[in-house]
């Protein structure tokens, strides 16, 4: 498969980069399978600094591997600092890179030197960054409530996050970000969702450090969270393979996607087209249509999955132009067909004619031997 052909890059559980062609459902795996364990597990993915050339893996045993999508061949393996966690975010700002590990150690990094650093707290389960301003990130965690920091001015965070009112026994409500994403544009307001089924959204202009929307959803963990397009509703999925859409503004579940069968680990909306992508632990890969909840693609990978990344190829024109080779190819064959008949039509009528003629010589032969007996 050529770089250009894969629609979708995806990090498996056994350490396995996997190139996505959407339009031929087929996959080309990249890894050393000499070298292959459970400590090469990929963790996090991000695009390098040089745009969409290379990807950026983070790995279970530490380190920082280099994928570049044009020689299809992986470059060199960076290990970010001392090891005391697993990567729960990788980004980048400019041209350094950024780091979060789940021990809340955060670094910024230029090439090997260490630009800025960070300590989010302990337990740290994601990191994201606003895609449009990419100094601005925020963090959670177990008991490690929402936290907010510009990379420019790290000292202070801008924003950290209230717990809820304790429930109606008075008994305090436990906080476990597993997922986060900033809404819009504008960095201050941020969904998250919680190993407690809750999905929050959080404005840091408001004058309130509270959540300013509290929905449940579901019974299970909520694994992975993302915004729609027109930035209205966010669509979760939980460790049981349930997975929907809700309205922000009146805090209402709109819409179930179906056809899973395993936790959920990783959901993402395209870029560019009404879909959301999905991959979890029942190892297929799934594109559903936002607003009907219809599946677009599906596609089964033999490995457990946790993150992807969309690439810039648009599948739904290289579908179309597909459609219309095979359309072409069977109007082609339909001629040849056509032809073919043609010819045999013409055969048949030449033998019919031959049969014909026989049969004429025959009965002048046989009205010649009759005339013979008759004037013996």
Known sequence: ????????????????????????????????????????????????????????????????????????????????????????????????????????????????????????????????????????????????????????????????????????????????????????SDPSKIVTCTAHHQVRMYDYKSPHRRPVVDIEYGDSPLMSIDVTPDHRSVITGNAKGRMGKIELRKGQITKAYKGFAGSIRHIECHPTLPLVGSCGLDRFYRLHYIETGEIENKVYLKSRLNCFLFSDEDHTKDLLLDEEDEKTKDEKEGQDDDDDSGDETWTKLEDIKEDKDETAKRKKIDDGFRDIKRSK
């Open 1 to 184: 498969m050529s770089a250009s052909g894969a629609h979708v890059w995806i990090g498996a559980e056994t350490g396995i980069l996997k190139a996505l062609n959407l339009v031929k459902r087929t996959t080309t795996n990249f890894t050393d399978f000499k070298t292959l364990n459970k400590q090469h597990e990929v963790h996090a993915m991000c695009w390098s600094p040089h745009g969409k050339k290379q990807i950026l893996l983070g790995l279970r045993d530490g380190t920082v591997k280099q994928f570049d999508v044009e020689k299809q061949a992986f470059g060199e393996t960076r290990e970010y600092g001392e090891l005391g966690g697993q990567y729960v975010g990788l980004g980048t700002v400019g041209d350094s890179v950024v780091t979060c590990l789940s021990n809340g150690h955060l670094t910024v990094w230029q090439d090997e030197e260490v630009k800025a650093e960070l300590d989010l707290g302990p337990d740290i389960r994601k990191m994201k960054q606003h895609r449009g301003s990419r100094n601005i990130i925020a963090s959670g965690g177990k008991e490690n409530d929402l936290k907010v920091y510009d990379l420019e001015r790290p000292e202070t965070p801008i924003y950290i996050a209230r717990n809820v009112r304790p429930n109606f026994l008075d008994l305090r409500v436990p906080v476990w970000i597993n997922d986060l994403v900033f809404v819009d």
